[in-house]
């Protein structure tokens, strides 16, 4: 095992923290119904390459702490995002964040642009508006209860099945029906529906941020977030759009050697 993890204390509530390697910060945000140990192989691989790579689970979820407050929009949580790296004692960091992380992260940054060296966004929700029907699809996925469809909430995220195997679905269900899990799901759900809207940063980002700065990357199939939106999220930006071939949702987790190839130079580019 390359990697540490241990209990953070953020705000009112506590985080879990999984981390690897040392020197530059990078700090990874999973998305919505996820969590800190989505990353697990990407902060080993990450941190191997001379970087301080560093996840945490989002308040409502994993181990974090499930009470409502700071969990129930982008701004809040982007707040709790930047709590995060003053409880690590992290004054600059890059910031990677998938689907709903990618808005979280994007939203911090517009709060703390000086605290941001860069900007890597995988299969961003809130960067530019979504069609309802994408928002009703991830709520309803995510709100998911029984058991017996989880597996079909793992197959809605990854493109080859074979990686939808009965541990991960019975750890998936455990840890998502956890007592004040599911309640800060419908409330980050509902949000997804009813408010997100209010909340896109495209325009902020493209102000405060240089193209060389920003990298977007997409499964190719993804059916969350479609590609359409990763082009709009393109255009709005300005910036490069690459698409990881056989992977859904999760293309860090389907195609790591695809996912590394992209966000490895990347963030070697990037000025100390």
């Not at 709790?80 to 960091?93: I, K, P, Q, S």
Request: aromatic share 8%; hydrophobic share 50%.
């Amino acid at each position: 095992m390359s990697f540490i993890n241990y209990p953070l204390a953020v705000g009112s509530g506590t985080t879990r923290i999984i981390e690897s390697g040392q020197g530059a910060a990078i700090l990874f945000v999973h998305g919505l119904g996820a969590r800190a140990d989505r990353w697990v192989t990407t902060i080993e691989r990450v941190g191997a390459h001379g970087y301080r790579a560093i996840a945490f689970d989002l308040p409502g979820h994993g181990f974090a702490s499930k009470e409502a407050e700071g969990a129930s929009t982008v701004p809040d949580i982007s707040a709790y995002l930047l709590g995060v790296m003053d409880a690590l004692g992290l004054e600059h960091a890059i910031l990677v964040g998938t689907s709903l992380g990618a808005h979280i992260v994007a939203y911090a940054a517009t709060r703390a642009p000086l605290r941001v060296r860069g900007l890597v966004l995988v299969g961003a929700l809130g960067l530019v508006p979504i069609d309802g029907a994408v928002a009703e699809n991830i709520r309803r996925n995510v709100q998911v209860r029984d058991r017996d469809r989880f597996a079909g909430k793992l197959k809605f995220v990854l493109h080859d099945p074979a990686l939808v195997t009965p541990a991960l679905v019975e750890e998936e269900w455990r840890m998502n029906t956890a007592p004040g899990t599911i309640d800060a799901f419908i409330r980050l759900g509902n949000y997804l529906v009813d408010g997100i809207a209010a909340d896109t940063v495209a325009e902020k980002i493209k102000a405060l941020f240089p193209p060389e700065r920003l990298l977007l990357v997409w499964g190719a199939e993804d059916k969350a977030v479609p590609v359409s939106v990763g082009e709009a999220c393109r255009d709005a930006l300005g910036v490069r759009l690459v698409l990881v071939p056989g992977a859904n949702h999760a293309p860090y987790f389907e195609q790591p050697e695809a996912f590394d190839a992209a966000v490895l130079p990347f963030l070697a580019s990037l000025p100390g």
